[in-house]
């Protein structure tokens, strides 16, 4: 008896239900997840900064973005910070400066001397979960390592990572065994602030 192209698709899509297979493979498209690494640094609160105003120390200084966002420039007053890069604060503070200092000498520089609002929260079935910080990005199998990995509770195959930014709040499939073993390498996708990495 002939089987349709149909048919066939059907029971392709229901071997893993009917064979008991708990844990089908799940397409993603990984490539589409951004990689901060690849961009300049975006400040968050509780960073701080070293604003210099070259041949002017009294407006020169650091400043640590509060909670809400915002930081202290002597002159211009408050700035938000949060969620802009360094090159944008420069290019403001730039601006805003002019109006008090006529001459060139209002040279503007903004540097990260402290990372300090990059956090992500591993939970679930792992050794010691919890949230960490981190000076620098750090990747799924990073954050699993700072966790402890895997407990012997764990079903690492199924592990996720819970993201919300402004394409709304979605869930990463992470098969870590097979990620470590090599076989599926574009899953060690790096971890942004706020990410939840959890392990049923």
Known sequence: MAVNRRTIWLLALAWPLVSGCPHPYRPYNYAAEPDPRQQEFVIGPSDVLRITVWRNPDLSGDAVVRPDGTITVPLVGDLHAA??????????????????????????????????????TVSGNVEHPGTFNASHYITISEAMALAGGPNRFSEPEEAVVIRT??????????????????IHPEQNVVLLPGDVLYVP
């Open 165 to 182: 930014d402004q394409r709304g709040t979605r869930r990463i499939p992470v098969n870590y065994p097979a990620m470590l073993a090599g």
């Open 83 to 120: 969620g802009r890069t360094p090159a944008e604060i420069r290019a403001e503070l730039t601006q805003r400066l002019a109006t008090y200092i006529k001459d060139d000498s209002a040279v503007v520089t903004v540097a990260v001397t402290a990372i300090n609002s990059y956090r992500i």
